[in-house]
């Protein structure tokens, strides 16, 4: 029998004492609820949360010392970014959703080192830098809203960089420090990265550090890397080549129908149908989201202010982007095919947008878009396509041929340690706006994934495939004894779906359906029941090296389930992304909390 549910976790990081955990524990049904609604016993145990809608305790730490210190604290809030451009874009959100209020109401803080560093002059290091958005404390609500949809803010590891930094009064207003630096060729094309460092950055943030190896296998131990580090200062070296990695890594896995290339090597086999594809065309991003917020901001740049199409149920937050950012979006959330044929008779009748945005799978209803079809009304009526293969992963699905822009939510099972967060953003080199996106691209790209951050990415990611091959079998596993429960009502999963011909048409040889999937029950009870005793992990985010149970629908849409049940997403589904565990024993976990649910049915 499964054990009783408790709430003694709730709150608490997930995994366990992981300071920059991108989880956190919500055990039971009725925690989910209660942190929805903001009750003290669930609010006020949180440690952490998913970033982009929990701000870090050391980021709010070091906001509320730079207002105190440059600020007035009974008025003002900052939000923290990495770079004067992001801030700007900031206070240009508050100003347009407050027309109301002046823009004298905002100040810009740009905050870094008033010295180099105590190392050589000819030593590569990073020193603190951040930039405040000092702003009415009464718009913290947009300014929330600013962080949680586009992903901008920095990252609990680059604060605490720069807490040091500030403790130590050498973290200080840029504007009364600076010399005027000056610089070769037009300023629109002088390219500033997230933190100050001595060697100057291409347009995917890497220098020529990156043609190096240290220790000959690429890049350093992330463990190495924090010893490394002295002062308020990191050498610079280990990052650089860390991102290398890590964009060859994802560039390899497009190319290659075996395992990653190792370390810094050039990917093996170019020759498989992209073969001009490579390591230029990735861009990395401070997260998933972020890519996305910047993939359709760089289409508006590129390509002009058009409405957008959300096609299929999507994740919040891209929906939101297109809605708020921009002139708009159509949504099309079924994603079937006479969604296809309303978005067609529109093209027909004269509508046009700039971009089509769809998930690849969806999440959480885990539907798979009719890529060919889209990608023949994109050619006749010109609009790009992005798809988010975050969930399908791109080691199970290739979808480059059928998109312009492909965007990863590299938090996910790309990392899989559930301690770092990272998105990546690539241009299909033989898209009709290639030389539109990448010209965008050289003016607009910063490099703004903080350079510890990368370390621990690069690391974390290193046995990626051979996680995908053990994920997608057991995945496959649990989606069987779930589909043959009576206490089910349904499972989604690319296996199970309506839409399983439009997935395998992508799907590489040898890959699998992922390692996520839902399933609804007949009731609400049986789902909290199945829920409260399920001997998993529970908590928001998804692609973890352990299993991690959510009740989607309540958590993302709480305040509109009944919008989201139009969709199908109903408020008793259950999300499950499926980690290393053994197989058999994960097996046993899910039948006895299906046991318990069917009991207490048979009882009632």
Same mark, same amino acid.
């Given at each position: ?66 207002? !105190? ?133 291409? !347009? ?231 030389? !539109? ?37 057991? !995945? ?129």
């Amino acid at each position: 029998m499964a054990a009783v549910p408790s709430n003694d976790t709730v709150g608490q990081t997930i995994p366990q004492d992981t300071p920059h955990a991108v989880s956190v524990s919500l055990p039971t049904w009725e925690a989910n609820v209660a942190y929805e609604e903001g009750e003290k016993w669930v609010v006020d145990k949180m440690q952490c949360g998913y970033p982009r809608f929990f701000i870090h305790p050391s980021i709010t730490r070091l906001a509320e010392g730079i207002v !105190a210190k440059h600020g007035s604290p009974e008025t003002e809030k900052a939000m923290l970014f990495p770079t004067s451009r992001v801030a700007n874009r900031c206070v240009e959100f508050l100003t347009q959703q407050n027309s109301k209020v002046q823009p004298s109401s905002f100040r810009i803080l740009d905050l870094g080192s008033q010295s180099g560093g105590t190392s050589s002059p000819n030593e590569k290091i990073i020193v603190p830098k951040v930039t405040a958005v000092l702003y009415p404390s009464d718009l913290w609500p947009t300014a929330k809203v600013f962080w949680q949809h586009t992903g901008e803010g920095i990252s609990s590891r680059r604060a605490e960089f720069c807490q040091k930094a500030f403790d130590e009064q050498v973290l200080v207003e840029q504007t009364k420090t600076a010399t005027k630096q000056h610089s070769k060729g037009p300023r629109r094309y002088q390219r500033p990265m997230s933190t100050d460092v001595s060697a100057m950055a291409n !347009a995917n943030g890497t220098t020529k550090a990156d043609e190096t190896t240290v220790n000959g296998s690429g890049v350093q131990d992330s463990a190495t890397f924090v010893e490394e580090r002295f002062g308020r200062n990191l050498n610079v070296a280990f990052a650089t080549q860390a991102k290398l990695a890590i964009r060859r890594r994802i560039a390899g896995s497009l190319i290659a129908d075996s395992d990653l290339p190792d370390s810094l090597e050039e990917p093996a086999d170019k020759s498989r149908e992209y073969p001009e594809f490579s390591e230029n065309d990735v861009y990395i991003y401070s997260c998933g989201m972020n890519a996305i917020y910047n993939a359709h901001r760089i289409l508006r740049l590129a390509n002009g202010d058009k409405k957008s199409i959300m096609y299929g149920f999507p994740y919040v937050d891209t929906l939101k982007i297109l809605q708020k950012f921009g002139p708009g979006a159509d949504f099309f959330g079924h994603a079937n095919a006479d969604d296809l044929d309303d978005l067609q008779r529109k093209l027909e009748s004269g509508e046009r947008y700039l971009s089509l945005f769809c998930e690849f799978p969806g999440n959480p209803l885990l539907r798979s878009p009719d890529l060919k079809r889209i990608r023949a009304l994109a050619d006749k009526y010109d609009f790009a396509v992005v798809v988010d293969e975050t969930i399908g992963n791109f080691l199970n699905v290739h979808v480059l041929p059928y998109a312009d822009i492909v965007v990863s939510s590299l938090t996910k099972v790309f990392s899989g340690d559930s301690n770092v967060m990272g998105g990546s953003l690539i241009v299909n080199p033989r898209s009709r706006y290639y030389k !539109a996106l990448k010209q965008t691209q050289e003016i607009e790209f910063e490099d703004n994934h903080f350079e510890e951050d990368s370390v621990y990415l690069e690391r974390n990611s290193r046995d990626f495939a051979a996680r995908i091959k053990r994920i997608n079998h057991t !995945a496959e596993v649990i989606a069987d004894v779930l589909a043959a429960h009576p206490c089910v009502k349904k499972v989604f999963y690319p296996k199970h779906s309506d839409t399983k011909e439009y997935y395998d048409h992508c799907r590489l040889p040898g890959g699998g359906y992922g390692g996520l999937l839902s399933a609804t029950f007949h009731t609400m009870e049986d789902a909290q029941v199945f829920y409260d005793h399920l001997d998993t992990q529970k908590g928001p985010s998804l692609g973890t090296n352990f299993t991690l149970t959510s009740p989607f629908v309540i958590l993302a849409h709480y305040g509109e389930l009944e919008w989201a049940a139009q969709y199908g997403c109903e408020a008793s589904l259950v999300r499950f992304s499926i980690g290393l565990e053994d197989t058999e024993t994960l097996r046993s976990r899910f039948e006895a909390a299906l046991a318990v649910a069917q009991s207490k049915k048979d009882r009632s």
